[in-house]
Structure formats: structure tokens, C-alpha cells
């Protein structure tokens, strides 16, 4: 039998760390996506955040992240406010009840960094921490 390839390996990782977030969100009512947006914002309270910003860090099209916002919007938990540099954009920002979830979800996914690491050593860790961050970043280096 032939060694198993890495991409079956993280497509798999990714795979059960998207359903422990959905099972972990569930209980708000929320989806992993609509939590990981949460974390996203708690994690850059000052900054300018804007649509195609989402974009760009959870790697979907326009109308995903389209939607994503209308439902945030929706519940409650984000705000579009006009930008002061375009008034054609719309900045977002927690609301107060989506403030209130940012520590959950914070403390939350620190369990899950901490669970993927758990069998490791300090240096395996660091390894491994370097290592995702690389090929994270394919895509912007030159061949």
C-alpha cells in the first residue's frame, strides 16, 4: 500500500477541525464560519474592516461573504456602518452582542490549538507552526 499523500492528510485535519467548530457553534444558534468571523473581528477591534476583507481571509467569493454578513447583520452580531474614507463601503464591527462572544470563541479555538499540538513536543509544535504557515503562503511566493 502507498504512503498516504500530505494534501489527504490537512484536507482530512481541516475536514474534523470544521466540524468541531460547527458542533462548538451550534449551541449559539451560529455556524463555525459565522464564529470564525466573530474571532476575526474581536481579534482587530481597531482596524478598518471591510467586506473584502473577509474575502480575502477565509479565501470565498463575493456573495459568500456577502451572505455571511447579511446574517451576522441579521443576528444581531455585526453592523455595516458607512466607511469615513468611501461612503460606497461599509466598515464592520461587532456588535455588542457579538463582542459577548468573542472570549467563547477565542477561548475556544485556543482548545483547539492546544489539542492539535497536545502529543507534540515544544519543538515538534514550533515545527509544526512553521510549517503551516509555509505552505499557507504558496500562493504568494515565487517559484
Do not use: C
Not at 10 to 25: G, K, P, S, T, W
Not at 116 to 137: C, K, P, W, Y
Amino acid at each position: 500500500m502507498t504512503e498516504r499523500r500530505l494534501g489527504a492528510w490537512l484536507r482530512d485535519a481541516e475536514h474534523q477541525m470544521n466540524q468541531e467548530m460547527n458542533d462548538f457553534a451550534r449551541q449559539y444558534g451560529l455556524t463555525g464560519m459565522q464564529l470564525s468571523l466573530v474571532d476575526f473581528l474581536g481579534r482587530h477591534p481597531t482596524a478598518t474592516v471591510f467586506q473584502v476583507d473577509l474575502e480575502h481571509e477565509f479565501h470565498v467569493q463575493r456573495s459568500t461573504a456577502s451572505l455571511l454578513v447579511k446574517r451576522m447583520v441579521e443576528r444581531d452580531l455585526v453592523t455595516r456602518v458607512v466607511a469615513a474614507s468611501d461612503s460606497r463601503k461599509r466598515q464592520l464591527r461587532l456588535t455588542p452582542k457579538g463582542q459577548q462572544l468573542v472570549p467563547i470563541v477565542q477561548q475556544h479555538l485556543e482548545q483547539q490549538d492546544a489539542k492539535m499540538v497536545a502529543d507534540l513536543t515544544a519543538g515538534e509544535a514550533r515545527a509544526f507552526r512553521h510549517a503551516l504557515r509555509n505552505i499557507s503562503q504558496w500562493h504568494t511566493t515565487k517559484e
